[in-house]
C-alpha cells in the first residue's frame, strides 16, 4: 500500500483571527510571527486536506526575478495539483511535508522546518545555477475557488545575480524569462495566485 502524504496545515480560524484577506497582504511579520511560531500547525494527509476548507495548507510561492524579467513556466499534465493543468505560474512552491522536519517532537517554532521545505520543493523542479537573495515579501490567499480555499501561500522574491535556471520536473514546461509588459498579455492563460501576485509585482519585488 502506497503511503499517503502529509502536509502542514493551519486551522482556518487562526488564519480568520489574524484577519481574512483576499489577493495579497504584505503584513508577512505579523502573520508568520503566529502562523510559523504558534502551537496550531499539524500535518494531515493530503487528500483530506485537499477536501476540508476548514484548513489551510501553508504553501512557499516562489517568484525569481533577473534585471527586469521574471521566470514563468506552464504547469503540464504530470503536475501534482491535477486543477493547475496548463496554467502559466510566475511561482515555483509546493507543499510541507515531515520529511522537512529534522527538529524534535515538541517545538513551537516552524521556521526551520519551513525553510527547509523551500529549499527542498524549488531544488525538486528546478536547478537555480546562480547567487540569489531570497526576501519574503508578502501572503497569498484567495477563496474564490476549491483550490484557493484550502491553501495559504507565503511569496518569496528570489532577485537572482544570472538567469541561469533549468527545469527538473517534467511537469515544468516552456520555461523562461519574461517582462512584466510580456507576462500580462497572458495574464488571462495564469493560474488565479500568480494572476494576483502579478497585479502586485512592483511592489513585491522592490528592491
Known amino acids: 500500500m502506497a503511503n499517503v502524504e502529509e502536509v502542514l496545515v493551519v486551522k482556518r480560524s487562526v488564519y480568520e483571527e489574524l484577519g481574512a484577506f483576499h489577493g495579497v497582504n504584505f503584513e508577512t511579520e505579523r502573520y508568520l510571527e503566529r502562523l510559523l511560531r504558534g502551537k496550531e500547525l499539524e500535518y494531515l494527509e493530503r487528500p483530506q486536506a485537499e477536501k476540508n476548507p476548514q484548513f489551510k495548507q501553508l504553501i512557499p510561492y516562489v517568484i525569481m526575478g533577473y534585471e527586469d ?33 529534522q527538529m524534535p517532537l515538541f517545538y513551537e517554532d516552524y521556521t526551520e522546518i519551513y525553510q527547509n521545505a523551500v ?89
Not at 83 to 101: E, F, Q, T
Not at 132 to 152: A, C, F, R, T
Not at 180 to 193: Q, V
Open 69 to 101: 524579467k521574471y521566470l514563468c513556466y506552464q504547469r503540464g499534465k504530470r503536475a501534482g495539483e491535477q486543477r493547475l493543468v496548463d496554467k502559466v505560474s510566475i511561482g515555483i512552491g509546493g507543499h510541507i511535508n515531515p520529511c522537512d522536519d
Open 119 to 207: 529549499a527542498r520543493e524549488v531544488a525538486e523542479e528546478i536547478e537555480v545555477e546562480c547567487e540569489y537573495k531570497d526576501k519574503i515579501v508578502g501572503l497569498l490567499n484567495d477563496d474564490s475557488n476549491e483550490v484557493g480555499q484550502v491553501h495559504l501561500g507565503i511569496i518569496h522574491f528570489w532577485r537572482l545575480a544570472e538567469p541561469k535556471v533549468k527545469k527538473r520536473e517534467q511537469m515544468i514546461c516552456q520555461l523562461n524569462f519574461m517582462t512584466e509588459a510580456e507576462l500580462l498579455k497572458i495574464k488571462d492563460k495564469m493560474e488565479t495566485w500568480s494572476q494576483l501576485c502579478l497585479e502586485n509585482l512592483g511592489a513585491l519585488t522592490k528592491p
